[in-house]
T-cell receptor
Framework: IAGITQAPTSQILAAGRRMTLRCTQD?????MYWYRQDLGLGLRLIHY???????GKGEVPDGYSVSRANTDDFPLTLASAVPSQTSVYFC?????????????FGPGTRLTVL | GQNIDQPTEMTATEGAIVQINCTYQ??????LFWYQQHAGEAPTFLSY??LDGLEEKGRFSSFLSRSKGYSYLLLKELQMKDSASYLC??????????WGAGTKLIIKP
C-alpha cells in the first residue's frame, strides 16, 4: 500500500451497535488524526495522536475512542452508535505536529447510523 | 473565541480567474492552509502561508494578511477539473487545524 488507507469504505449500522473504523498509513508519519465531515460544516477533529502510544481529544470526542499501539494504525471506535454519528469520517496523518503540518488524508468512510 | 469563514459557493468561467476569500479570528496562529476536495474524495493539500504575502505555485496562488485575519486563494486559467470545494484552515496555538466549511467552486464552459 502507498499512503493512507481506511476501511470500510461505507457502512450502514444500527443504533446501539459497536463499530471500529480502521486507518493505516505506510509513510511512517508520527501524527495521525480522525475528522468527521458533515454537510455545511468544516472538518471537525475527533481525536488525534502526536506519536505512537499517545492520544488526545479534539473538538468533538464524545462517543468515540481511539488507540495508537504502533506508528501505522489508528483505529476509531464508536462504542454505541447513535444517528448523530452519521457522517463521513476521514483519517489523516502528518510527518510532524509542529507548525508546518501538511496532512495527508485517507479516502474516507461513509457511515450511516439508523 | 475562534472562527473561520469562507463563501459557500462561487461560479466562474473556464479560462478565467477566481479569488476565494477566507477570514479568520484566533488568539493563536501558526499558519493558514488551503486544501482542494473533489466531490466524494479526500482533501488534498494546496498551499501553506505563515508569513504575510503571496505564495505562487503554478496556476494557484495564496495570500495571507495576519493583521487582517484574511487569506485568499487565487486560481488562474480555470479548467473544468478545478471544479471542487476549496477548504481554508488555520493552525491554532495547539497546532490543531480549524477548518472552514469550504467553498464549492463551479466552473462553467
Amino acid at each position: 500500500i502507498a499512503g493512507i488507507t481506511q476501511a470500510p469504505t461505507s457502512q450502514i449500522l444500527a443504533a446501539g451497535r459497536r463499530m471500529t473504523l480502521r486507518c493505516t498509513q505506510d509513510m511512517r508519519h508520527n501524527a495521525m488524526y480522525w475528522y468527521r465531515q458533515d454537510l455545511g460544516l468544516g472538518l471537525r477533529l475527533i481525536h488525534y495522536s502526536n506519536t505512537a502510544g499517545t492520544t488526545g481529544k479534539g473538538e468533538v470526542p464524545d462517543g468515540y475512542s481511539v488507540s495508537r499501539a504502533n506508528t501505522d494504525d489508528f483505529p476509531l471506535t464508536l462504542a454505541s452508535a447513535v444517528p448523530s454519528q452519521t457522517s463521513v469520517y476521514f483519517c489523516a496523518s502528518s510527518d510532524g505536529s509542529g507548525s508546518y503540518n501538511e496532512q495527508f488524508f485517507g479516502p474516507g468512510t461513509r457511515l450511516t447510523v439508523l | 473565541g475562534q472562527n473561520i469563514d469562507q463563501p459557500t459557493e462561487m461560479t466562474a468561467t473556464e479560462g478565467a480567474i477566481v479569488q476565494i476569500n477566507c477570514t479568520y479570528q484566533t488568539s493563536g496562529f501558526n499558519g493558514l492552509f488551503w486544501y482542494q476536495q473533489h466531490a466524494g474524495e479526500a482533501p488534498t493539500f494546496l498551499s501553506y502561508n505563515v508569513l504575510d504575502g503571496l505564495e505562487e505555485k503554478g496556476r494557484f496562488s495564496s495570500f495571507l494578511s495576519r493583521s487582517k485575519g484574511y487569506s485568499y486563494l487565487l486560481l488562474k486559467e480555470l479548467q473544468m477539473k478545478d471544479s471542487a470545494s476549496y477548504l481554508c484552515a488555520f493552525m491554532d496555538s495547539n497546532y490543531q487545524l480549524i477548518w472552514g466549511a469550504g467553498t464549492k467552486l463551479i466552473i462553467k464552459p
